[in-house]
């Protein structure tokens, strides 16, 4: 047998015994494993071996060093074959660490079993998220092609400002003012993008210039906003346990926030009916409220939200009133392969044909440029800049 086919099987059995004993990685308890296997291995072997069975058994395994480089944000697994990382510039493949499609769904499983999970054959598909807050979304094969697949999106690492934007390129420095005043003026707001476009960076970066003494309550289906704020509470939802019970639903958090006396009130995302809840407290006169939603352009914010107010029962008129009462202004980003751009301020107006549409207000493309001066969301930003 060659060196490298019983070094495999060492691994194997020694992971196994560490297993299950529950016993943690370390030297004295390798040796133990190695003892009982009645295998014998070198010094440098042993060095490798044990650094394999930490990967192994802690972090995210052989992923763990693409997850601690700075800049990557996203780390996708296409069973054993591909891995590709995500670090500003667009997705690239790397080599993969993985031999076989098993260790890929045992990794897979071992996540998932960290956040409190089930990832088997009866259930072979996860979302949640990780202690560290990286974001895991799990599949396993045979339902996934070509092998079991991983994806985890890394939480933001430090806290950016409002000038970072204008030094990454999102954003002119003439901008910077106009998005101050965007918070000043307690206008209502939705952050628009697409998938990895930034919205949920943008938008904790935006909150962290809210006054200190006003209360900010964040409702989630998944923590991941952290926005610099004194006075921030936050409610999260929950998904459906194995019993199919007990799950928290974002249009119940925002009913529990209408009573938790809030100053600004937001939701992360929203995907369903929560946002008929949300522009419900919208319109009843709580300003400055924020929220982001998937869009591939702010024209298509209003048909995306009519949509999902669809969802909740609303017929296309009722949902186009809500919009037009409950939201002022839309940023929107786009990524390209140089930046997560915002491309500018636009306004939500409901027309005479009782639908609701998107008006270019400021553009910061090189520059500001305002494309209506008499729109009164123009007129309230520009008290405040």
């Known amino acids: 047998m060659n060196a490298g086919r019983q070094t495999s099987l060492t691994t194997s059995a020694v992971r196994d015994w560490l297993v299950d004993r529950g016993e943690e990685a370390t030297a004295v308890t390798m ?17 490798i071996l044990l650094e394999t069975l930490r990967s192994e058994l802690s972090g995210a395994g052989p992923l763990q060093n693409l997850i601690k480089t700075r800049s990557v944000t996203d780390v996708l697994v296409n069973g054993s074959g591909q891995v590709w990382v995500d670090d500003g510039l667009g997705l690239r493949a790397v080599a993969s660490p993985f031999e076989t499609d ?9 996540l998932a079993a960290a956040a409190g999970r089930r990832l088997d054959d009866s259930m072979p598909f996860c979302d949640a998220k990780l202690p560290d807050g990286t974001r895991l979304h799990a ?9 079991c697949l991983i994806s985890l ?11 970072d934007l204008a030094t990454t390129g999102s954003v002119p420095a003439a901008a910077l003012p106009w998005l101050r005043a965007l918070i000043a003026s307690r206008v209502s707001f939705l952050v628009s993008g697409g998938t990895g476009s930034g919205k949920t960076t943008v ?34 939802g929950r998904p459906s346990n194995v019993e199919g019970s007990g799950r928290i639903a974002l249009s119940d958090l925002v009913r529990q926030a209408m009573r938790m006396r809030p100053d600004r009130l937001v939701v992360g995302e929203v995907r369903g009916p929560e946002v008929v809840d949300l522009l419900s407290a919208l319109n009843t006169g709580h300003e400055g409220g924020a929220c982001t939603v998937h869009a591939s352009s702010a024209a298509s914010v209003p048909q995306r939200l009519e949509a999902l107010a ?5 017929d296309r008129y009722a949902a186009h009133a809500h919009i037009a009462g409950g939201l002022d202004v839309v940023v929107h980003l786009r990524r390209t392969l140089r930046a997560r751009e915002i491309t500018g301020l636009a306004g939500l107006e409901r027309d005479t044909d009782g639908l609701c549409h998107v008006r270019p207000l400021v553009t910061f493309a090189d520059g500001v440029t305002v494309q209506d001066e008499e729109h009164d969301v123009v007129q309230r930003l520009r008290d405040h800049l």
């Open 31 to 47: 040796m133990r494993a190695l003892r009982s296997q009645e295998a014998t291995v070198g010094t440098s072997q042993a060095l």
């Open 102 to 110: 098993e260790q890929v769904r045992r990794l897979a499983q071992r």
């Open 139 to 147: 599949c396993l094969s045979p339902v996934s092609r070509p092998g």
């Open 153 to 163: 999106r890394i939480p933001n690492r430090g806290s950016l400002t409002l000038d």
């Open 203 to 236: 938008l904790g970066i935006l909150l962290g210039l809210l006054p200190q003494h006003e209360r900010l309550v964040i409702l989630e289906d998944s923590a991941e906003l952290n926005p610099d704020h004194l006075h921030t509470c936050a409610l999260e």
């Open 310 to 314: 669809m969802t909740a029962g609303l």
